[in-house]
C-alpha cells in the first residue's frame, strides 16, 4: 500500500514571498504519477501540478513548480511571488500507473494550510 | 466548459435514514471517482467507475455504502442507515480516462444528526 505524509499542518507566507510545501511517500512501485491540489474555502479541490515519475525534469506550471526526488520519494512544491488567492489547503497525492485493480485511486496526505498574508 | 457537478451541495439527515449523492461528470468523461473527506480520516478514497462498471469497490467503508453509474455518466452514492461516522465531505472526480487528471466536483457535506 502507498502512504503519502505531509508534515508541515500549517504554513504562513506574505504575498509575494516564495514557499515550500513538502511532501514524502512510501510505494514500491516504480511507475506512478504525483500531483498537487489545492482546496480553497469553497471546498472545489484544483490540479495545481503533475508529476510523472519516470521523469526526471521536474514539472512547472507559471508560479507553481516541483522539486522531484524519486530516490528519496520526496515531491515538494514551490510557490513563488505567492499571492492572496494562493491560501488555500495544498494535498500531496499518489497514483499508480495503470494496471492492476488499484490504477485511478489517488492516495493523499494529510494536508497543508497555507496562509499568505497581506 | 461545465465542470463536475454534485447535489444535493448539503445534506442534513436523520440517523437511520438512506440518504442519495449525486454526480454528473465533465461531459465524455469516461472514469468517475468518490472520495470521501472528514476530520478524522482524511481524503479517502470510496470507488471509482470505468464506464459503468466498477473494478475497484475496496474502499467502501461498509455494505451500508453503495454507487451506481448509469449510461457512462451520472453516478449515485447511496448510504443506507446512516450513522453519525458518515459525516463528511463526499467528492466526486471524473477524468478522460483512468490515468489522467482528475476534475473535482464541489462536493456534498452530509451532517448525520
Known amino acids: 500500500a502507498q502512504t503519502v505524509t505531509q508534515s508541515q499542518p500549517e504554513m504562513s507566507v506574505q504575498e509575494a514571498e516564495t514557499v515550500t510545501l513538502s511532501c514524502t511517500y512510501d510505494?514500491?512501485?516504480?511507475?506512478?504519477?504525483l500531483f498537487w491540489y489545492k482546496q480553497p474555502p469553497s471546498r472545489q479541490m484544483i490540479l495545481v501540478i503533475r508529476?510523472?515519475?519516470?521523469?526526471?525534469q521536474n514539472a512547472t506550471e507559471n508560479r507553481f513548480s516541483v522539486n522531484f526526488q524519486k530516490a528519496a520519494k520526496s515531491f515538494s512544491l514551490k510557490i513563488s511571488d505567492s499571492q492572496l488567492g494562493d491560501t488555500a489547503m495544498y494535498f500531496c497525492a499518489f497514483m499508480k500507473s495503470p494496471g492492476g485493480t488499484s490504477y485511478g485511486k489517488l492516495t493523499f496526505g494529510q494536508g497543508t494550510i497555507l496562509t499568505v498574508h497581506p | 466548459g461545465a465542470g463536475v457537478s454534485q447535489s444535493p451541495s448539503n445534506k442534513v439527515t436523520e440517523k437511520g435514514k438512506d440518504v442519495e449523492l449525486r454526480c454528473d461528470p465533465i461531459s465524455g468523461h469516461t472514469a468517475l471517482y468518490w472520495y470521501r473527506q472528514s476530520l478524522g480520516q482524511g481524503l479517502e478514497f470510496l470507488i471509482y467507475?470505468?464506464?459503468?462498471?466498477?473494478?475497484?469497490k475496496s474502499g467502501l467503508p461498509s455494505d451500508r455504502f453503495s454507487a451506481e453509474r448509469t449510461g457512462g455518466s451520472v453516478s449515485t452514492l447511496t448510504i443506507q442507515r446512516t450513522q453519525q461516522e458518515d459525516s463528511a465531505v463526499y467528492l466526486c472526480?471524473?477524468?478522460?480516462?483512468?490515468?489522467?487528471?482528475?476534475?473535482f466536483g464541489p462536493g456534498t457535506r452530509l451532517t448525520v444528526t
Open positions: 508529476q510523472e515519475a519516470y521523469k526526471q
Open positions: 472526480a471524473s477524468s478522460w480516462t483512468i490515468n489522467y487528471e482528475q476534475y
Open positions: 510505494t514500491s512501485e516504480s511507475n506512478y504519477y
Open positions: 467507475f470505468q464506464g459503468n462498471s466498477a473494478p475497484d
